[in-house]
Structure formats: structure tokens, C-alpha cells
T-cell receptor, first 113, second 112 residues
Framework: EAQVTQNPRYLITVTGKKLTVTCSQN?????MSWYRQDPGLGLRQIYY???????DKGDVPEGYKVSRKEKRNFPLILESPSPNQTSLYFC????????????FGSGTRLTVV | DAKTTQPNSMESNEEEPVHLPCNHS???????IHWYRQLPSQGPEYVIH???SNVNNRMASLAIAEDRKSSTLILHRATLRDAAVYYC?????????????FGQGTILTVHP
């Protein structure tokens, strides 16, 4: 089944403890992206990648890192998580070109205490 | 990014058609009009997109105004499973990245 898989689905962690949220897609998509969703603020883009080794900042990149070493994987790294990074995170992917829609993962709910 | 304007909420009865409007008066010639929906506790789901002509798929229809400054997502027979937040988004065409900038969307309530 064509899908975007995020892990973990739920995570509670403590301030400052490095963590990685994984994202993998099996559709050979070039574009991948990370979003966070917060009440009242909607979905905001964190980082995106247009292909292997090509990444760029979205609207809210502070406190996050990404890498794209393989086409299928696009992990989101929080080097030193803080409580304001408590959020619902979504990974998405699509083929290149504007004539394609994004496929989103099921989300990762992160709580930083 | 070009901006879209949608009503905050709409209501419908089950098995009736629903027309969800979207205004995008600053759309550029290469912007595609995309619609996504987000069901409770799920990630956004692609619904439909178009450039100039009206589009149909198994989920919905998209009617695009001749001047492209507005569009309407049409659900032909609403079901309770269509209750969701619907987002109208402009995606830049050409060789650009095609970033999706989400607005607040329209909350659709479907009554049995």
C-alpha cells in the first residue's frame, strides 16, 4: 500500500533530550516535507526537501534539523527539545511538479515536559 | 504566497450536496488550486486540484471561475464521514517547490 509512515505515533520526552521522528515513503516521491499543527495556528511548514541531499527551511525551522540521505526517508531531529515544541507533527511527500497532491502521514504527537 | 479566503464553518445534511467556496483573488497564472481535508485525529488528505478547467474525481468536483479568482469544492452527496476541515490552497506551478501554506480552512459539519 502506498503510504507515508511516521514513527513513533506518540512520544513524551523531557526537555533537552535529543530525539528523532522518522518518516518513510514507499512511492518514490521526490518532495518531502514536515509540518507541525498547533491549536489556533494551523499547519505550518518546518522543513522541506526537493530530493536527496536537497533541503531547505520552511516557515518555522528553529529548533529542528532534517536530513535526506535516501529518497525514501526524511527524519526530523530535535537536538534539544523544549516545551514549545510540543505539537502534532506531520510528514508529507509527493512527486515533483505542481500537478500532484501531497500524501500525508498519520502524525506524531510529541509532548516535551 | 498567494492567499485564500474560506468561510470558517458550514453545515450540511447527509446525502445533500455541499458547495465549499474559496476566494483567491491574488492567484497567479501558474498557481494550481488544491483542496485537502483533515478528518478528526488524522493527517490532511488530498481531495482534488485544478488549474483552469473544472475537475472531477471519485471524491469531489472542483469548479473554477473563469477569472480563476474563486473556486468551489463540490461534494455531491455528503456523508457523515465527510465531516472535516477543508483547506483550499494555492500551489505554485512551474519549477518551484510547490510549498503548501495552509490557512484556517472551513469546518464542515454534516447532520444525519
Amino acid at each position: 500500500e502506498a503510504q507515508v509512515t511516521q514513527n513513533p505515533r506518540y512520544l513524551i520526552t523531557v526537555t533537552g533530550k535529543k530525539l528523532t521522528v522518522t518518516c518513510s515513503q514507499n512511492m518514490n516521491h521526490e518532495y518531502m516535507s514536515w509540518y507541525r499543527q498547533d491549536p489556533g495556528l494551523g499547519l505550518r511548514q518546518i522543513y522541506y526537501s526537493m530530493n536527496v541531499e536537497v533541503t531547505d527551511k520552511g516557515d518555522v525551522p528553529e529548533g529542528y534539523k532534517v536530513s535526506r540521505k535516501e529518497k525514501r526517508n526524511f527524519p526530523l531531529i530535535l537536538e534539544s527539545p523544549s516545551p514549545n515544541q510540543t505539537s502534532l507533527y506531520f510528514c508529507a511527500s509527493r512527486l515533483s511538479g505542481a500537478n500532484y497532491g501531497y500524501t500525508f502521514g498519520s502524525g506524531t504527537r510529541l509532548t516535551v515536559v | 504566497d498567494a492567499k485564500t479566503t474560506q468561510p470558517n464553518s458550514m453545515e450540511s445534511n447527509e446525502e445533500e450536496p455541499v458547495h465549499l467556496p474559496c476566494n483567491h483573488s491574488t492567484i497567479s497564472g501558474t498557481d494550481y488550486i488544491h483542496w485537502y481535508r483533515q478528518l478528526p485525529s488524522q493527517g490532511p488528505e488530498y481531495v482534488i486540484h485544478g488549474l483552469t478547467s473544472n475537475v472531477n474525481n471519485r471524491m469531489a468536483s472542483l469548479a473554477i471561475a473563469e477569472d480563476r479568482k474563486s473556486s468551489t469544492l463540490i461534494l455531491h452527496r455528503a456523508t457523515l464521514r465527510d465531516a472535516a476541515v477543508y483547506y483550499c490552497i494555492l500551489m505554485a506551478g512551474g519549477t518551484s517547490y510547490g510549498k503548501l501554506t495552509f490557512g484556517q480552512g472551513t469546518i464542515l459539519t454534516v447532520h444525519p
